[in-house]
């Protein structure tokens, strides 16, 4: 059954004391490496009201204040110091009990500043990491007016040991708990799970339901599970290779129709992100057609050969590469992002891959396997993959199938992973074959 219960998601104050454990124990764990590794002395990190810093969950959450500063530093211990500087009083115990000293200045006139510099000045550091990153959006939450601010309280010689925190902040936040790969492993079980029943009987009635009434259906069931979508759930009806309008309300499921399906579920600091794919059974058929079931064999096809490709310490752009010109000798045109639109009739084989890190994003802070395009990615697909981390392995193809007169069926596949030494772990069971929904 799909409910909390039988799903066993924990209840707020569970969920709550989850987290807090999370976060306590990562600070003290794996921030100060990450530190060391890019020579931080001080990690600085400042919000404010409406301005939350895209890294402020894993620092402990909490309402962004005034101005409030959250200050990592290395005192030469083997845990940073922990400090917080903001304007309110937190309804929570997380900073009470995680970090080391918790100033709290109210609506005083003199504000953050003085706490701030004092707290700058008596540790003296040599190089100061702030959020700033032209590659990595979670990396980049102090804006122009706070930096304005922190330059000024800090005057011209510690505003001069300002540096980039942005690998920082992707090893700290890259870098997993054993505790977070088990959160993370039944979020994406409660994830496919939630796909399923979208696309099963129990939602899906060919000929009455719409596209759009199944995404209102997942939208409500994961309010229902205590979840939140982490992206609004896109279903689409592929029907004889035309591509319909995405959660269309005017188009019943039909049989004979292929649905395509991305989705993704938010718990507390984390989100999953998925696609399934099912195809709508005509009268007298027990299983899709033949060419259809050939066409998600090759979707798997390549999903594997990428996922044996994905070892630590490959160049993410080159694993991109490497799975291409395998999809080429096997008859595929590449299908770049910018030509990736599933609105248009295709009749040629095309393979496209977008892999991506993934956990407390969606598209998250680690390597980006995809095309080496720095206008859309960055320096990411020139990370190394990393042993430990995250990835959603997401890559379709189009194939001509012959019962829709040679016009192709696309087929997308994402699962979410764990990459290891040996290779990579999926948190849920991939789908192997087309989901049949009855008719």
Known sequence: MLTPGALGIPAERERYALRKAIIGRKLDTVLLPAMRRHGIDLWLVLCREFHPDPMLAELGGGWPGVRNAY?????????????FIGSHEHREDL???VYDQVIYYGYSQEGLAPHLRRAVDERDPRRIGINTSRTLPMADGLSATLRDFLQEV???RYAARLVSAELLCRDFRATRLPEEDAVYRRLCQWTVAWCAAALSRRVVWPGVTTTA???????DAARRLGLEVEFLPGLRIQRAGEHLPVNSARDPILPGDVVTLDAGLAFDLYRSDYQRTAYVLRPGEDRPPPGLREAFAEAVALRDRLVELMRPGEIAHRVWEAAMAWAAGRGYEVMYPAAGGRRGTVTTRRAGIYCHSVGNATHDIGARIAV??????????????????????????????????????????????????HGVEYFAPPQ???IAIPS
């Open 95 to 97: 900073f009470a009990e």
């Open 213 to 219: 009434d199944v995404h209102w259906w997942m939208r």
């Open 372 to 421: 080496n395009w720095p206008t859309a990615y960055g320096d990411r697909v020139g990370y190394p993959l990393e042993a430990g981390q995250w990835y959603s392995v997401e890559l379709g193809v189009y194939v001509p199938v012959p019962e829709w007169q040679g016009r192709a069926v696309f087929v997308g596949i994402e699962e979410d992973v764990r990459l290891h030494d």
């Open 71 to 83: 200050l990592f530093a290395d005192r030469g211990g083997d845990r940073p110091e922990k400090i």
């Open 432 to 434: 192997q074959e087309l």
């Open 154 to 156: 800090l005057g011209p």
